[in-house]
């Protein structure tokens, strides 16, 4: 059920992508994303920040949002240029409220095996929105140092 709408050009890649609920379905979009940021100049720590938040918002999708159910599917779209990243990854489940999940630095949280995810993300990316709903997350990054 992959859909890929592609376009290439030299200053703007875009991608959407729709893959089923599996751990490593969306590594070669991932590998495209951190290629095409390499490819237009991003540095090091920027490719980094995306490939973190990407893997923690792909998992919450697969974990948290469509429970592991491989029958349901997660999109990804993303827009890479040489100022702006932007992702969206949305899943089928009934989604959360962010300012429900506790803070995982707090020391009643620190032995709790999950709930650190958002915390990356909001810390990687440069803007992070929530839907009303929260069953989808959008992303920007900025580069960390001008062009």
């Known amino acids: 059920m992959s859909q890929a709408a592609e376009s290439t050009g030299p ?21 495209d994303v951190l290629g095409r940021m390499t490819a237009l100049g991003w540095c090091d720590r920027d490719v980094f920040a995306v490939n973190m938040a990407l893997e923690e918002s792909i998992t919450n999708a697969i974990e948290h949002g469509n429970h592991g159910n491989p029958k349901k599917h997660f999109q990804v779209v993303c827009t890479v240029t040489e100022k702006l990243v932007s ?27 999950s709930g650190r995810g958002t915390l990356l993300i909001q810390g990687f990316m ?5 839907n009303d709903k929260g069953n989808e997350i959008f992303m920007e990054k900025e580069p960390s140092s001008p062009k």
């Open 11 to 31: 200053a703007v890649w875009q991608v959407d992508e729709t893959f089923p609920s599996i751990f490593g379905q969306a590594h070669r979009l991932i590998d």
């Open 87 to 113: 992702i969206l990854v949305r899943d089928e489940g009934n989604g959360f409220r962010r300012d429900l999940v506790p803070n995982p630095t707090d020391d009643e949280n620190l032995e709790i095996p």
């Open 126 to 130: 440069t803007r992070v929105r929530y």
